[in-house]
């Protein structure tokens, strides 16, 4: 990889995890309802990224199941648990979209795996799991099965992009936001208050922290990574993406006084392992490099 190439995915890298960390604040700190946030920042993706909606995508209705996937329900159920949980724990925890994409290949694609990957799947989960239970009770906090509920949403649609012709990352994006924004909305004034109080709320902070989601996040990031997998092995560039959890662990204590506890050192450690397994002998039926070989020109 050139050296350009890789100072740009460790930006972006680091973007991620920042961004979980704003996230964090913004629907904790901030008071912004969680799923009232996911609109606003899936709208305002689709609104930035209009020009590229046309021509329409001709599996409008698969085009729709994989904004639910990725959009509404994968930011909604994300947001919510960034409310409840720390951003340390969420940027280990949304890595297991690796290992339940292998199982959902597994299960709806016919893919076979060997003891190696199998290994990193039990392995992905037993550090999450090391991380989520509280020994007291045995039980998982509600912030953390709301993170795992994303991760699943997301590798769902994921293996749903297998059977969709390819489209570019712009214009994915912006029919995610278009689809997006409307059950996000009708979700948050259903169950939550005090929208009108964040918007008008006058915080810089607030509106800095959507503009960065939006174009830094959504546009740069994404729009780089896409660019990225075109352009090399999926094996050479899935592995590298683990510095985000890397960072989110490092920024999230860093920036909001999170607890560096035993129990998430070794449950981050066991599940990034595993995740990392899984990376370097990849899916044959599907990549595990978000959307793969289906995002186009």
Not at 25 to 31: G, H, I, R
Request: charge should be positive; include cysteine; aromatic fraction near 10%.
């Amino acid at each position: 990889m050139k050296p350009a190439d890789f100072g740009l995915l460790f930006a972006v890298c680091l973007i991620w995890a920042l961004n979980l960390v704003i996230t964090r604040w913004t629907v904790s700190a901030a008071d912004v309802p969680p799923i009232f946030f996911a609109g606003v920042r899936l709208g305002l993706v689709g609104l930035c990224l209009s020009p590229f909606i046309f021509p329409a995508p001709r599996q409008i209705g698969l085009t729709f199941l994989i904004a639910m996937g990725m959009g509404a329900v994968q930011f909604g159920l994300l947001f919510l648990g960034l409310a409840n949980a720390s951003a340390s724990a969420a940027a280990v925890i949304g890595q297991l979209g690796v290992p339940i994409t292998t199982i959902f290949s597994m299960m709806f694609l016919g893919e076979q795996i060997g003891w190696r990957r199998g290994a990193g799947i039990v392995m992905s989960f037993a550090g999450v799991m090391i991380i989520a239970i509280e020994p007291e009770g045995f039980s998982l906090t509600l912030g953390l099965i709301f993170l795992i509920l994303a991760a699943v949403s997301s590798s769902a649609a994921s293996v749903l992009m297998k059977r969709i012709e390819p489209m570019s990352a712009m214009k994915l994006q912006a029919w995610v936001g278009m689809f997006s924004v409307v059950p996000l909305m009708a979700m948050s004034f259903a169950t939550e208050t005090g929208q009108a109080k964040a918007v008008m709320s006058g915080d810089p902070l607030i509106y800095l922290s959507t503009a960065f989601a939006v174009l830094a996040v959504s546009i740069f990031g994404h729009g780089t990574f896409y660019r990225m997998i075109k352009k090399y092995d999926v094996t050479l560039i899935s592995p590298l993406t683990l510095m985000t959890p890397i960072w989110g662990l490092v920024l999230g204590i860093a920036l909001l006084g999170e607890p560096l506890t035993a129990k998430l050192i070794v449950g981050a450690v066991v599940a990034l392992v595993g995740v990392g397994v899984i990376m370097v002998r990849p899916n044959r039926r599907f990549p595990e490099a978000l959307v793969g070989d289906k995002i186009g020109p």
